[in-house]
């Protein structure tokens, strides 16, 4: 027995929840970013089964593509963007978008860089285009933002539009200063969220977050949050955890978050997101005998 196995606690699951919420980055991939082949049976295991599954991510639709591939992208219902954008998909239905509007952004862009000019800031747009004020080369740019050169716009070319998310980071250091002043000048229409190492942000409107963006999505089939399993390990899951009433922690996860989780499954390493639901499946399937 690891540590991991000892460290697990998970409720009984003498119900079938009536949905599925899971973070990707640290939850449902490994260390590597790879997604095992065990956690991805078990999710389209629980698609076959009729329970819901949502996607509940920062990144933007191509990477949850690219990473998670068409199968379980197509299956799963998908929360991007840090609920600035989501998509129902069966038993699920129903859309949702959050934009920053123009003017804000442009003050927003203003503000970051006079206190710091050399930091990175992407503007994701519709899950597939965004801009930036420090482009990439072509292999860096699929590597790190799975993306294609006619993806990436300049700064400039990407303020036609609104985006949904402002992220912001590059520098390797902690940046909490920024949030901040985000908040200070604007926290009454947009929120910050950081993560566990304070040097990157995400910056959306207040009335997109991951918890906000679920609930709207399970409305379509009129279900709560109050049987609905989160699995979540940092930062920006917080308030997705925080909503629902089956909250999991990753053995991995940072201390905020296994402080407001009652349960906890193993690391990103060790499947921890296939524990979980593995032992879903086993109670539904007993439950059908």
């Given at each position: 027995m690891?540590?991991?196995?000892?460290?697990i606690?998970?409720?009984e699951f003498l119900?079938c929840?009536?949905?599925?919420?899971?973070d990707?980055?640290g939850?449902l991939?490994?260390?590597?970013?790879?997604?095992s082949?065990?956690n991805?049976?078990a999710?389209?295991?629980?698609?076959?089964?009729r329970i819901?599954?949502v996607?509940?991510?920062?990144?933007?639709?191509?990477?949850?593509r690219?990473?998670?591939g068409k199968?379980?992208t197509n299956?799963?219902?998908?929360i991007?963007?840090?609920g600035?954008?989501?998509?129902?998909?069966?038993?699920?239905?129903g859309?949702a978008?959050?934009?920053?509007p123009?003017?804000l952004?442009?003050?927003?862009?203003?503000?970051?860089?006079?206190?710091e000019?050399e930091?990175?800031?992407?503007?994701?747009?519709d899950?597939e285009?965004?801009?930036?004020?420090?482009?990439?080369?072509?292999?860096?740019?699929?590597?790190?933002?799975?993306a294609?050169?006619?993806?990436q716009?300049?700064?400039?070319?990407?303020?036609k539009?609104?985006?949904?998310?402002f992220?912001?980071?590059?520098?390797?250091?902690?940046?909490?200063?920024?949030a901040?002043?985000?908040?200070?000048?604007?926290?009454?229409?947009l929120?910050?969220?950081g993560?566990?190492?304070?040097t990157?942000?995400?910056v959306?409107?207040?009335t997109?977050?991951?918890?906000a963006?679920?609930?709207?999505?399970?409305?379509?089939q009129?279900?709560s949050?109050?049987?609905?399993?989160?699995?979540?390990?940092?930062?920006p899951d917080?308030?997705?955890?925080?909503?629902?009433g089956?909250?999991?922690?990753?053995?991995?996860a940072?201390?905020?978050?296994?402080?407001v989780?009652?349960y906890?499954?193993?690391?990103?390493?060790?499947?921890?997101?296939?524990?979980?639901?593995?032992?879903?499946?086993?109670?539904t399937?007993r439950?059908?005998?």
């Open positions: 690891n540590q991991d196995d000892r460290q606690k998970l409720p119900v929840p009536d949905a599925i919420a899971i990707i980055d939850t991939l490994d260390s590597q970013s790879r997604l082949e065990r991805s049976a999710i389209l295991s629980c698609i076959t089964q819901p599954v996607i509940a991510t920062s990144r933007a639709a191509r990477s949850v690219r990473l998670l199968d379980i299956a799963c219902s998908l991007t963007q840090n600035a954008m989501g998509i129902g998909r069966p038993p699920l239905s859309q978008r959050e934009k920053i123009r003017r952004a442009a003050d927003l862009i203003t503000a970051v860089l006079e206190m000019p930091i990175r800031i992407t503007l994701e747009l899950g285009l965004f801009g930036t004020n420090q482009p990439r080369d072509p292999i860096t740019l699929w590597e790190v933002n799975s294609t050169p006619d993806m716009l300049t700064i400039e070319e990407a303020m539009y609104e985006p949904g998310k992220a912001l980071g590059g520098l390797n250091r902690d940046i909490t200063h920024v901040d002043m985000i908040l200070q000048r604007y926290g009454r229409s929120t910050v969220v993560e566990a190492g304070r990157f942000l995400n959306t409107m207040k997109a977050s991951k918890s963006t679920l609930r709207r999505l399970l409305q379509s009129n279900i949050l109050q049987n609905v399993v989160a699995i979540g390990d940092d930062l917080f308030d997705m955890l925080s909503a629902c089956i909250p999991i922690a990753m053995a991995n940072v201390p905020e978050i296994k402080a989780c009652r906890h499954t193993a690391s990103n390493n060790d499947n921890g997101v296939a524990v979980v639901l593995e032992k879903i499946l086993d109670r399937e439950n059908m005998e």
